[in-house]
């Protein structure tokens, strides 16, 4: 049988410390800016809900995922939707910049060496 790719998205919020991961496999969906988006707006309406008005958000400059036309089209259905008014996402320099979530990946990544996972 052939292994299965897992995709994750991690959240990490600098206000509280919390680390949030979406993670799904490919048999359920893929990679692009429309799952990244999903992700996204759960997790942001999620804060809104809780009283946040204001989302700043860092991210790579992957152009597949995070820095199109799609990831904008959802910000502005979130200020739209809920009582968000401002959202300021930045976009780091590839290769020249390390996110916090870098770090929870690699917490994962170290826990699961040499282990199989199945859904």
Same mark, same amino acid.
């Given at each position: 049988?052939?292994?299965?790719?897992?995709?994750?998205?991690?959240?990490?919020? +600098?206000?509280?410390?919390?680390?949030?991961?979406?993670?799904?496999?490919?048999?359920?969906?893929?990679?692009?800016?429309?799952?990244?988006?999903? #992700?996204? +707006?759960?997790? #942001?309406?999620?804060?809104?809900?809780?009283?946040?008005?204001?989302?700043?958000?860092?991210?790579?400059? #992957? %152009? %597949?995922?995070?820095?199109?036309?799609?990831?904008? +089209?959802?910000?502005?259905?979130? #200020?739209?939707?809920?009582?968000?008014?401002?959202?300021?996402?930045?976009?780091?320099?590839?290769?020249?910049?390390?996110?916090?979530?870098?770090?929870?990946?690699?917490?994962?990544?170290?826990?699961?060496?040499?282990?199989?996972?199945?859904?």
């Amino acid at each position: 049988m052939k292994p299965t790719t897992v995709y994750n998205l991690g959240i990490h919020n +600098l206000s509280t410390g919390e680390v949030l991961m979406h993670v799904w496999d490919e048999k359920v969906a893929s990679r692009g800016s429309e799952e990244i988006s999903s #992700c996204l +707006l759960k997790y #942001c309406s999620d804060r809104a809900a809780s009283g946040v008005q204001v989302i700043s958000a860092f991210s790579d400059a #992957c %152009g %597949g995922q995070n820095e199109n036309f799609k990831v904008v +089209l959802m910000w502005m259905y979130l #200020c739209l939707t809920t009582d968000i008014v401002e959202v300021n996402h930045r976009f780091m320099i590839s290769g020249h910049s390390y996110l916090p979530n870098d770090a929870d990946s690699g917490v994962i990544e170290r826990a699961s060496q040499n282990r199989n996972f199945y859904t």
